[in-house]
């Protein structure tokens, strides 16, 4: 029997005591040897996984070539190394049928990649209305949907969030975790309250309102293996703000003003004002060239993460075995 591995994350091992792991796997003391199970003097079931397993997979290709590196790796760099041969990046994909901006019961107004320009905007004023925000439909409206941890960059806008507010902008923000970031969220919506939303909770329906009503969508991960919120948020027609690092740097195209391309905006260092330049760039773009948001919001609908892509990837990884 062949055996694939997929790693989700490589922060999360399954480290134990090896007296532990004895007792509830039943192996004998052969597989706690360095080669094997054990790792820095405990049990590690991921490592077992990665040494046993045929083949190896992670959730995107760039996250594939970061966990042979130290900062990535959490200790298994030296292990992913030796196994490259056998490792491989296979991007996750969504539901397009769940996440369909047209036929989506939980948004307010459902539209489409042919008329997102006259219709999506009133998902905007919607949830505007709904959160107490200004009622603006020109307003420039960024939507962050996430687990607030450390993660997922939240340092970053930590940093630079009374800046952020300075901005002729509004915020809205979706999702729970660690409580220093939960505050935070709240101090400047009640600071700031007709342009910061503090949405502390989580709601399926919520999160797709934001998907559909924001202009910009922003994830500044310090690490992301795969990520699925910019690929629900292209599929919405929300311009995805990210860092480049695992899927977001697969999935994101950066605009390029001079090649006409691009699916959302980048930036590449893990810095508070790298990012804040960058969000001010997507601002002025949103702006100053709105024809051309348009056709970044176009590329971003037009693009497909569906699972269609993944499972062909996946079916031949086991053809092949």
């Known amino acids: 029997m062949k055996s694939v591995m997929t790693i989700h994350n490589m922060k999360f091992q399954g480290r134990w005591n090896i007296d532990s792991v004895k007792d509830i796997a039943g192996l004998a003391d052969y597989y706690f040897t360095a080669d094997k199970l054990e790792a820095f003097g405990d049990a590690n079931i991921l490592k077992g996984g990665l040494v046993y397993a045929d083949a190896i997979t992670t959730v995107s290709d760039t996250y594939a070539e970061e966990i042979k590196t130290p900062f990535y790796g959490e200790g298994l760099d030296g292990l992913m190394n030796a196994r490259a041969n056998d490792l491989q990046g296979i991007v996750n994909g969504i539901d397009y049928d769940e996440y369909n901006p047209e036929t989506d019961i939980d948004i307010y107004k459902n539209f489409n990649q042919k008329n997102f320009r ?16 200004l009622e603006d439909g020109k307003k420039f409206m960024i939507g962050i949907v996430s687990r607030l941890t450390d993660q997922k960059g939240f340092d970053l806008i930590e940093y630079v969030m009374d800046e952020l507010c300075q901005e002729d902008l509004q915020i809205v923000i979706l999702g729970t975790g660690e409580e220093r ?15 910061v939303s503090a949405n502390i909770y989580y709601s399926e329906a919520m999160s797709h309102k934001i998907y559909a009503s924001c202009d910009a969508f922003l994830m500044p991960s310090l690490f992301e293996p795969c990520g699925l919120s910019q690929l629900m948020s292209l599929r919405y027609g929300t311009v995805p703000i990210v860092r480049e690092t695992g899927g977001l740097k697969d999935t994101v195209e950066p605009y390029n003003v001079h090649g006409n391309s691009g699916t959302g905006f980048s930036f590449t260092n893990y810095n508070a004002h790298e990012m804040l330049f960058t969000v001010k760039h997507a601002h002025d ?13 176009d590329r971003g609908m037009l693009s497909d993460f569906s699972w269609h892509h993944s499972a062909n990837r996946y079916a031949k990884l086991y053809q092949d075995l």
């Open 181 to 195: 970031y939960e505050n935070l969220f709240r101090h400047f919506a009640w600071k700031y309250g007709d342009k």
């Open 118 to 133: 006259k219709e999506k905007v009133k998902n905007k004023i919607k949830l505007q209305k709904e959160l107490g925000l």
């Open 285 to 297: 773009v949103y702006c100053n060239r709105k024809r051309e948001w348009n056709k970044i919001v």
